[in-house]
């Protein structure tokens, strides 16, 4: 299988941020986010409730605009183009699937005219539409339903058209916020392998938006976000494995990061490595995860050596003496040579305690 991670970088957010005001206060939902995502390449997006998935979604959609940064799709700066350009964009280039049913299907309409509807905003009408309605009815293997209306569907049937209805005008990338977060394990595999096959035989970009654990096993790249930032990614690598003879898992899966799992193929005949990877973003910065700063007791201040290996982040000593965060910034601007007006705030600094 082609390398996806290899391709040419078809989505590219840069320092994304989205600030939402609501009654004076401001929400920070995207903080300095930065994502490629490859041609062709099928991306899950994990993260904690209220992490920012959605609103990356949006922006990447076309739906809201971020505060700051840029959002680049297959070669258009979605923050250049005009309200026409705009409206194109979400109609022609993107397509959504939404978590929720009812936000992705119009209750009174049967399954084909639900795909045909964003067809005909966009000026495609008739036999064509027809046409075409109906093809993407057989390719989410639901011929048989095309005059049902979304009540006479059950969920994964509603979900499987939501994506036909997406794929309506032949998007070049497909939107999809956990798409199977009101469905069954069963009914969430046929709905990710109908996923995975739009990507691998047409070639469609796919970013999936998940609370889903398993999540990792239907994609090729996982990246988590982490209060408005990407924080890791996890990269799944298959190979053979001959001499495996049943499903297993190493220890400390939920401890994953920064290491390897590996699941065996019930057949043995392959296995895939999960390997999560800490997100260093291009100002040095990282974020280290909540699970292990609780364990090591760190605070905000840590230390930092360079060992033989790499670097050893550890809890900062000495902190009581430094406990105004104000006094660590200015003493060490003043370690290596004595500034009289830097030393004089401390001192006023030090006198407020
Ligand atoms: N339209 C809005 N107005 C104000 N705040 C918003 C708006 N949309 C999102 N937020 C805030 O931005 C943050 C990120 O929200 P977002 O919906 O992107 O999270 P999420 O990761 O999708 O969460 P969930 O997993 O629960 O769907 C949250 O704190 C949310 O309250
Ligand atoms: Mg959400």
Redesign the pocket.
Known sequence: MQNKQEASAFVICDDLY?I???ADIE?M?LQGLDLTVGRGELVGIV??????????MNVLGGLTMPSAGQVIVDGANLLKLSTRELTTYRQVEVGFVWQQGSRNLIPYLSALDNIKLPMTLAGRTGREADGRARELMEKVDLPHRCDHRPIQLSGGEQQRVAIAVALANEPKLLLA??PTGELDSTTSDQVYDLLKRLNEEDGLTICI?S?DPTIAQHVQRVVQ?RD?KLASETVRRRAPHPLASSPTRKEGEERALASTITTVGDDGSWEDHFEELIVLDSAGRLQIPKQYREELGFQNRVEMEVTEGGILIRPAQNLEQTSSQAEIQIEREIRGEENEASAGLLARLKGRK
């Open positions: 989205k939402f005001k609501v929400v939902a993260g904690a409730s209220g992490s920012g998935k959605t609103t990356l916020d956990e938006v609370h976000i408005g």
